[in-house]
């Protein structure tokens, strides 16, 4: 069964340090991984998404992230914390032979002042 | 272009009621899809649909229907609601069949039964 894991329910970082939201997955054959945000009373963006090629992918807001196929891992990070960045942040993967996206339970980042 | 479109914002509704979740998009994207959101459990799928006239369920379609007539418009019906329904309903979209598209998201509806 296909599933996405992120292991922190809430990250806490102050403003101007840097960032990690964790994700691991575990899904058949080679996977398609995203990052999407939702702020409050809002529905979900898209952050960023990893098909194929260069290991680290780079998306909105200065947020990238890294996909390690060893560690079935694709770990989102952004070098400099920004309070606006506070929001929940879901992983999810698509299986390369399936048609739907399963998604993480979500990680609610605080960035503090 | 509105992308996907939601409504209602937020319903209250009594165990036993029914009622009709809309949702539309103006992109002309072949696959739409129903999720809800329940806290520390992620966005899980309701139901989905690859095209005009075909649905298929996701991993939660109990106690809920869909219908695709249009490639706009993707209905979800709750044909007797009840407490365990109260959730976030989204919406998404996206263009087709190609691996690499990314899904589009609605503002939501939060549900409340009563």
């Known amino acids: 069964a296909q599933s996405v894991a992120q292991p922190e329910d809430q990250v806490n970082v102050a403003e101007g340090n840097p960032l990690t939201v964790k994700c691991t997955y575990s899904v058949s054959g080679n996977p398609y991984l995203f990052w999407y945000v939702q702020y409050p009373n809002r529905g979900l963006q898209f952050l960023l998404k990893y098909i194929t090629g260069d290991n680290l992918v780079k998306g909105s807001y200065g947020f990238e992230a890294e996909f390690n196929k060893s560690q079935t891992s694709f770990h989102l990070k952004k070098p400099s914390a920004l309070v606006s960045d506070s929001a929940l942040y879901f992983c999810?993967?698509?299986?390369?032979?399936?048609?739907?996206?399963?998604f993480g339970p979500g990680t609610r980042l605080s960035v503090l002042p | 272009n509105a992308g996907v479109t939601q409504t209602p914002k937020f319903q209250v509704l009594k165990t036993g009621q029914s009622m009709t979740l809309q949702c539309a998009q103006d992109m002309n994207h072949e696959y739409m899809s129903w999720y809800r959101q329940d806290p520390g459990m992620g966005l899980r799928l309701i139901h989905y649909s690859v095209g005009a006239g075909i649905t298929d369920q996701g991993e939660v379609p109990n106690g809920y229907n869909v219908s695709r007539s249009t490639t706009e418009d993707f209905p979800l019906r709750l044909l007797s609601a009840a407490p365990s329904q109260t959730s976030v309903y989204f919406c998404a979209s996206r263009a087709g069949s190609n691996d690499q598209e990314t899904q589009y998201f609605g503002p939501g509806t939060r549900l409340l039964v009563l």
């Open positions: 999810a993967v698509r299986p390369f032979y399936g048609q739907n996206f399963v």
